[in-house]
């Protein structure tokens, strides 16, 4: 069993920036695979980004340039730096992992999620 949980999130004007960090329980996080996902009102949950127990990466299309995933195996924790936020990013984000290796674009394949934290960019 893993426990995430997120921070970091809250209301932000266009342009800004944010940090969410996600922070997991267990002593294999290193072999996990990490995923940010977001979603917004009325709207499917949608990838954002993924990284490997090495560090390879994945971002989506719609945040390449902007939002960047990282993650400290030292300390447990996973990291969503967010850049030139725009009001389209307002959502709650979600933290997952996942057992297997791949950098999933797939929800459903995640085995662990926390419970969101709030993203609100204002125009």
């Known amino acids: 069993q893993v426990q995430l949980v997120e921070s970091g999130g809250g209301l932000v004007q266009a342009g800004g920036s944010l940090r969410l960090s996600c922070v997991a329980s267990?002593?294999?996080?290193?072999?996990?695979?990490v995923g940010w996902f977001r979603q917004a009102p009325g709207k499917a949950r949608e990838f954002v980004a993924a990284?490997?127990?090495?560090?390879?990466?994945r971002h989506a299309d719609s945040v390449k340039g902007r939002f960047t995933i990282s993650r400290d195996n030292g300390k447990n924790t996973a990291y969503l730096q967010m850049n030139i936020l725009k009001p389209e990013d307002t959502a709650v984000y979600y933290c997952?992992?996942?057992?297997?290796?791949?950098?999933?674009?797939?929800?459903?394949?995640?085995?662990?999620w926390g419970q969101g934290t709030q993203v609100t960019v204002s125009s």
């Open positions: 997952a992992v996942r057992s297997r290796v791949g950098l999933s674009v797939i929800s459903d394949v995640y085995d662990y």
């Open positions: 267990g002593r294999i996080f290193s072999t996990y695979t």
């Open positions: 990284i490997s127990g090495g560090g390879a990466t």
